[in-house]
């Protein structure tokens, strides 16, 4: 056997398929972000024409943005299902795809907790100023060694 005809031996026995099935992965993601976009706008409109947000809040009493993050909560999980449906040309099962799915989330809420968590204390922090009295003129305020007055 020559090195060209061990070349393309190698070419159609091993590349190629590889090629196809990473081309027909990126199309299916390809046409998952369409169908998510597409999609989304509907629900969005959808939602808007409902008057979701007004049904929300009569219902539970609470301001949540539900015509805002209605849709994209709907791409999302189009987008997430057609990440899985392309896993699974690579001979991943439907299982361990959504093992990873579930595996990214979960790393995309810790970095959201951790970038969050200054901002949660500042707002507590703020609702403990504004439940207590603040300074004043004429009270004394004791920082390290130093005593000083409110002018």
């Known amino acids: 056997m020559d090195v060209f005809s061990a070349a393309q031996s190698m070419v159609w026995g091993f590349i ?16 998952g972000i369409i169908v998510g976009r597409f999609v989304g706008r509907i629900a969005g409109r959808l939602l808007e ?15 949540i943005d539900i015509e805002g993050s209605g849709p994209n909560l709907v791409s999302y999980l189009i987008y997430a299902s057609f990440i ?3 896993l699974t040309q690579f001979g991943i099962t439907i299982w361990v795809a959504l093992l ?8 995309a809420l810790s970095y959201l907790a951790l970038g969050i968590q200054d901002a949660v204390r500042n707002t507590l922090a703020g609702l403990n100023l504004l439940k207590t009295r603040g300074y004043r003129k004429g ?13």
Not at 100 to 107: A, E, S, T
Not at 139 to 150: I, P, T
């Open 84 to 86: 899985i449906t392309a």
């Open 100 to 107: 990873i799915m579930f595996g990214l989330l979960l790393v």
């Open 16 to 31: 190629l398929p590889w090629f196809y099935m990473i081309l027909s992965a990126v199309l299916i993601i390809f046409i």
């Open 139 to 151: 009270d004394f305020v004791v920082v390290g060694y130093s005593k000083a007055q409110v002018m």
């Open 49 to 63: 024409f409902l008057g979701a947000n007004e049904l929300w809040k009569k219902a539970t009493n609470a301001k």
